[in-house]
């Protein structure tokens, strides 16, 4: 018995790496893409507590299209809007040279550009555009993202605000096609 476990830390001590052990792969890119949270709307009388609820497909790694539901019930307004959206990390909008000045790595940070346009409804049916930008980080290993902040503007004729969105966990259901 004391041979064999002499022979086992023997063993132990000399295992090569299997490959078994290598890297996880990342996951796949999603297809189907949902999500919501609080915001903030101020239109310039204050900030009015409001939500906001998605759901779109992701066409490519870097495009998705969405329809985006926004409901602000202390002004009853809803907006009814198509949304597309462009991702990049931030380290490919910087450059080499200033994402390298930064502590952290840049490359884990996908910085998102919106807009769409749809329909804003409050007193009467208007017609609304919208842009916006966040910044997110990816959860290593799945196809979820921490927004770490996010602005977007919208532009209808009765009401102009801005809707800002914080520390917002967006997850897209991975559904293979």
Do not use: C
């Not at 462009?86 to 884990?108: M, N, Q, V």
């Not at 910085?111 to 609304?128: D, E, K, L, P, Q």
């Amino acid at each position: 018995m004391k041979n064999l476990f002499k022979a086992f830390l023997v063993m132990l001590f000399l295992a090569l790496p299997a490959w078994g052990q290598t890297n996880v792969a990342p996951p796949p890119t999603f297809h189907f893409i949902a999500g919501g949270s609080a915001i903030g709307f101020n239109s310039g009388s204050g900030t009015q507590a409001g939500s906001i609820a998605y759901t779109g497909l992701q066409l490519t790694s870097t495009v998705s299209v969405s329809y985006e539901h926004m409901s602000i019930p202390s002004i009853n307004a809803n907006g009814n809007l198509a949304v597309a959206s462009y991702t990049r990390p931030l380290s490919a909008l910087l450059g080499k040279t200033l994402a390298g000045k930064f502590l952290f790595s840049t490359d884990d940070i996908n910085v998102t550009f919106s807009g769409g346009a749809g329909r804003w409804t409050t007193a009467r049916s208007n017609i609304a555009e919208t842009v916006g930008v966040s910044l997110s980080y990816p959860i290593a290993g799945t196809s979820a993202a921490v927004q770490i902040i996010g602005y977007q503007y919208v532009h209808a004729p009765s009401v102009n605000g801005l809707v800002t969105r914080n520390n917002q966990v967006q997850s897209g259901l991975i559904v293979y096609f």
